[in-house]
């Protein structure tokens, strides 16, 4: 194994009506925040923040992107901020259905 061996990943990013994958060739031990920035999502998407986004790997969230070493084939994804808490939308979404009901 050569000390530069290569990888090829990819980084992906969606909002609701543009979506883009990125793929990527990194060297072996590249982490998954280095990844993204290494992607041009931040050209692509303006409002995205490498720093302070939160990622995940196939759908599993990454704790620490800075420290999450990336496997050849790993898709890495930037998470947008949530816009409601999922309990209280759920929430909401329950009383108004029981509403109609009664």
């Not at 990125?22 to 982490?31: A, D, F, Q, R």
């Not at 790993?74 to 759920?90: G, H, T």
Request: proline share 4%; aromatic share 6%.
């Amino acid at each position: 194994m050569t000390e530069n061996e290569m990888i090829e990943v990819e980084v992906a990013y969606a909002l609701p009506e543009k979506q883009k994958i990125y793929g990527l060739l990194v060297e072996k031990g590249t982490s998954a925040l280095l990844a993204a920035k290494q992607s041009a999502v931040c050209k692509d998407f303006d409002d995205v923040d490498l720093d302070s986004a939160k990622m995940g790997v196939f759908g599993q969230t990454i704790k620490a992107p800075a420290e999450y070493v990336l496997q050849a084939g790993d898709r890495v994804e930037i998470y947008r901020p949530l816009i409601a808490d999922p309990k209280a939308a759920r929430r909401q979404r329950a009383e108004k259905a029981s509403l109609k009901k009664g």
